[in-house]
């Protein structure tokens, strides 16, 4: 099993950046897969960027793409989103997820361990 904690959301302006960062606890960080998803306010909880295990590979979605970067350090036992030119609609709650898999996955189905969210609030 594996413990997860996020931390860096908070407040900014449209076009400003935020590092979220999740720090893992329990088993072999490096067996996990890693997602970062969000949902907002009467929305579904949607991933918006995963990394394989090595942190070979990664997957965006496409509203993220050129705008969001997820990378690991395996040393430090922790995932990191960096978040630029952010918009009002990126408001929401983040979370990090992982899920005991070789390959990337983006449904929140398949991911058994959550952080508890860190809230992300861009203003206009």
């Known amino acids: 099993q594996v413990q997860l904690v996020e931390s860096g959301g908070g407040l900014v302006q449209t076009g400003g950046s935020l590092r979220l960062s999740c720090a893992a606890s329990?088993?072999?960080?490096?067996?996990?897969?890693m997602g970062w998803f969000r949902q907002a306010p009467g929305k579904e909880r949607e991933c918006v960027a995963a990394i394989s295990r090595g942190g070979s590979y990664t997957y965006y979605a496409d509203s993220v793409k050129g705008q969001f970067t997820i990378s690991r350090d395996n040393a430090k036992n922790t995932v990191y989103l960096q978040m630029n030119s952010l918009k009002p609609e990126d408001t929401a709650v983040y979370y990090c997820a992982a899920t005991y898999a070789t390959i990337i996955l983006t449904t929140a189905q398949d991911y058994p361990y959550w952080g508890q969210g860190t809230q992300v609030t861009v203003s206009s």
């Open positions: 329990g088993r072999t960080f490096s067996s996990y897969a």
